[in-house]
Nanobody, 119 residues
Framework: QVQLVESGGGLVEAGGSLTLSCTAS????????MGWYRQNPGKQRELVAT???????NYGSAVKGRFTISRDNSKKMAFLQMDGLRVEDTAVYYC?????????????WGHGTPVTVSS
């Protein structure tokens, strides 16, 4: 089992920056992916960014070039630097931990941290 705790969400003006953190605990997998998805009410959860233990990244098209994901594998932490925030980035951001086949065979989710971008 893997437990995930997110922090860093909040309210920011458009054009501003926020950094999200996610800490994993419990028994995990040597090879894994950590990152974030986001969701708004009535909409599907969408990919924001993920990074594997090998450093391979994957970004959603809506955030590419503005958000940067990083990891500290020794601390089981992942970070999401969000720059140039837009009103449409407003959502609940969920930390994701994946392992196994395509890093989705075993999946764990955080409780979510809200990000609100005001105009």
């Amino acid at each position: 089992q893997v437990q995930l705790v997110e922090s860093g969400g909040g309210l920011v003006e458009a054009g501003g920056s926020l950094t999200l953190s996610c800490t994993a605990s419990g028994s995990g997998f040597l090879s894994n992916s950590m990152g974030w998805y986001r969701q708004n009410p009535g909409k599907q959860r969408e990919l924001v960014a993920t990074m594997t233990t090998d450093g391979i990244t994957n970004y959603g098209s809506a955030v590419k070039g503005r958000f940067t994901i990083s990891r500290d594998n020794s601390k089981k932490m992942a970070f999401l630097q969000m720059d140039g925030l837009r009103v449409e980035d407003t959502a609940v951001y969920y930390c994701h931990y994946g392992a196994g086949s395509w890093y989705h065979e075993y999946e764990y989710w955080g409780h979510g941290t809200p990000v609100t971008v005001s105009s």
